[in-house]
């Protein structure tokens, strides 16, 4: 009988050709039009999760898309971990830019290119991989396991909160489990204790009821275009700081052990500007790259739009235009209030001469883990014999909804264990996952059930 690190190992192609087959379901939650094939991921996933020895797996639907559940209560006494992940995936745009069709995994310079391997489906067969090596070898796990996985994390996870309140009994855990970060960098494996929160909105700018003829009519009504640009250059300063009133009041200040962690981790801006491909960084003066990245509030547009941008010209005074607006939040901050701060600064700046309409579209809060916690231990046990190499605590810039939710409604500590790069792609074109980090990741993933169990 083979012991664990070899029965991964001889099952590495199968493993790949599974996680192959799941990437070409194109889960797409925020398009209407990927609605079914989101519920066929969601499908899919359940089966899947009966295939590598769960004892149950269910669909509950919810008013969009259905939460899978899966569990193995076979070890009594023993504690039990609730594994996170969501099966949805983020849209493809802009298809241009892809060297292989999202849907279509490839396989190059042993990377997996496709929509969804490294956010969050492969990270998703990482845990089943390693539930799946556990009972082929052991005959069972050291430790109950409970699996569920949305279809709408992408979207804000609207519908998961409800349903762990519906679920709670379901739910109950000692320790929850998320993959879906990355590590700090190649070789590197990590944990990662602190998430950005997110709010999310759209502006809209209205001025004259049709196009206007820019000659004819131009110099007597304003263009909204050019009023939403004033007061989008409004909401920065120079040197990145954000001017809203009030944005910056509850931020939580990094401890001098946070500042020393950040300074110890290997990097240089360098092969941050490398990573970013931007001509150089830019952010908040007064503080590190780090700092900024993790624990530092932003405020980004994200999208623009209005008037004519077609090939050639056409002389007009748009009647209407818009922008999507994102923070990125940190402890203590809260995703109504800045939402709040924001609207009231665009009201107040907001001329007469255009309608202004502010909607507030999905968010999140931030979360900061306490480390002191043993099971952060067991994690650094596990990612250790996984990957030969002493884990590092980070933070990371994203948000996951689910986790504020979660620990708050639980009162159990969270692990962030991801096995993804800072250079995959998760959110763009080309999206790809490292092999060599879905191999050791599963290995990871089964160490730390031994370690949690004890």
């Given at each position: 009988m083979p012991d664990l690190a070899q029965h991964i190992d001889q099952n590495r192609q199968r493993y790949l050709d599974e996680l192959i087959e799941y990437l070409k379901v194109p889960s797409i939650s925020s398009s209407s039009a990927h609605k079914q094939e989101v519920r066929r991921a969601g499908e899919q996933l359940a089966a899947h999760m009966l295939r590598v020895g769960l004892s149950r797996s269910q669909m509950f639907p919810t008013?969009?898309?259905?939460?899978?559940?899966?569990?193995?209560?076979g070890a009594p006494g023993k504690p039990t971990v609730l594994i996170y992940g969501h099966y949805d995936v983020q849209p493809v745009d802009p298809l241009e830019l892809w060297k292989s069709p999202p849907f279509e995994p490839e396989i190059r310079d042993g990377e997996l290119y496709a929509r969804g391997s490294v956010d969050d489906k492969g990270q998703i067969y990482v845990h089943l991989k390693a539930i799946e090596a556990h009972l082929k070898v052991h005959g069972k796990l050291p430790l109950n396991v409970k699996f569920i996985a949305e279809g709408e994390e992408e979207i804000g996870s609207e519908h998961l909160e409800p349903?762990?309140?519906?679920q709670a009994q379901l739910l109950t855990a000692d320790f929850v489990v998320v993959s879906d970060t990355p590590m700090y960098g190649r070789g590197i494996p990590s944990i990662c204790y602190g998430l950005r929160g997110l709010a999310y909105s759209q502006i809209d700018f209205?001025?004259?009821?049709?196009?206007?003829h820019s000659g004819s009519l131009g110099g007597i009504v304003a263009n909204p275009v050019n009023e939403m640009s004033r007061l989008i250059a409004a909401l920065k300063d120079a040197d990145g700081v954000v001017q809203v009133p009030g944005f910056y009041d509850d931020v939580r200040a990094l401890t001098e052990r946070e500042r020393k962690m950040f300074a110890d981790l290997p990097q240089n801006d360098e092969g941050w500007r490398k990573t970013t491909g931007s001509p150089r960084l830019h952010g908040e003066k007064g503080y590190t790259t780090l700092e900024r990245l993790w624990a530092r509030p932003t405020l980004d547009v994200n999208g623009i739009w209005g008037g004519f941008s077609g090939e050639g010209s056409k002389t007009i005074i748009p009647s209407r235009c818009g922008c999507k607006v994102s923070m990125r939040l940190v402890p203590d901050q809260s995703s109504a209030k800045a939402?709040?701060?924001l609207e009231k600064f665009i009201k107040k700046l907001c001329p007469p001469t255009v309608k202004m309409t502010f909607t507030r579209m999905h968010g999140g809060e931030p979360w900061l883990a306490d480390i002191s916690h043993p099971c952060f231990d067991a994690a650094v046990r596990a990612l250790e014999r996984a990957f030969g190499a002493r884990a590092v605590y980070i933070r990371e810039g994203g948000s996951i909804p689910f986790l504020r939710a979660i620990t708050e409604s639980t009162g159990k500590p969270c692990l962030l264990l991801g096995f993804g790069l800072p250079d995959e792609n998760s959110h763009a074109p080309n999206e790809k996952l490292n092999l060599e980090n879905y191999q050791k990741g599963i290995l990871a993933a089964a160490y730390l059930y031994e370690e949690l169990a004890r």
């Open positions: 008013p969009l898309h259905p939460i899978v559940y899966g569990e193995w209560l349903f762990m309140q519906e209205e001025g004259p009821t049709v196009d206007l939402l709040d701060l």
